[in-house]
């Protein structure tokens, strides 16, 4: 009897020792498979484009979508609204930029831009403000209907993501002149 001690002991250690090299086996046969199914690399950095249809969105509607995580603004601009965005002087602009560098040419009735405040990265308030804009309700900047940065901290200006108009009524976002941007 003295002799089963130190045997079952041995007995439990090999037990042991073959169960954990089987399942370190296992995981080694099944690593491959599993790591099969994850994205490419390139798919993943890259970020599938976002089709946008822009048919229900009406004049001064802001619609948010979300790409790569990030929230975008998808805004139709009344008659008014570009008028008065082509009319502001940039000396009134905290981050100077004219109304062409923040719309694509010939869809000047369409603003799309990244949704969050250029300050702390809140996120604006849309058709709040004194220029026909967003206001943050945190800190207080002000964006004008085209997203410049027209008072309060924020220092520039609402960025405007790659996207391209693949007709009048579609956008993709995270596309530029029908290349996806990585």
């Known amino acids: 009897m003295a002799d089963e001690g130190p045997q079952g002991t041995k007995r439990d250690f090999l037990f042991l020792a073959t169960g954990a090299g089987l399942a370190v086996g296992a995981g ?7 790591a099969s199914m994850a994205p490419d690399a390139a798919t993943v ?18 619609v948010n ?9 998808v805004r139709k601009l009344t008659e008014k609204e570009v008028t008065d965005m082509k009319a502001v002087p940039l000396s009134e602009m905290i981050d100077p930029a004219a109304f062409d560098t923040r719309v694509k040419k010939g869809h000047d009735q369409w603003l799309v831009s990244y949704g969050n405040c250029t300050h702390l990265g809140c996120v604006p308030i849309g058709h709040s403000g004194n220029y026909e804009g967003w206001s943050c309700p945190c800190h207080g900047s002000q ?12 220092p520039t200006n609402l960025p405007i993501p790659p996207y ?15 290349k996806a941007v990585a």
């Open 143 to 154: 964006f004008d209907a085209v997203g410049r940065v027209r008072r309060g901290p924020a």
């Open 65 to 73: 979508v979300f790409w790569r995580g990030k929230l975008i603004f």
């Open 28 to 34: 080694a046969v099944a690593w491959p498979f599993v």
């Open 164 to 178: 391209a108009f693949e007709s009048d009524t579609k956008i993709k976002i995270g596309e530029e002149g029908g």
């Open 45 to 62: 950095a890259a970020g599938a484009p976002l089709d946008v249809d822009l048919s229900p969105i009406q004049d001064g509607q802001i």
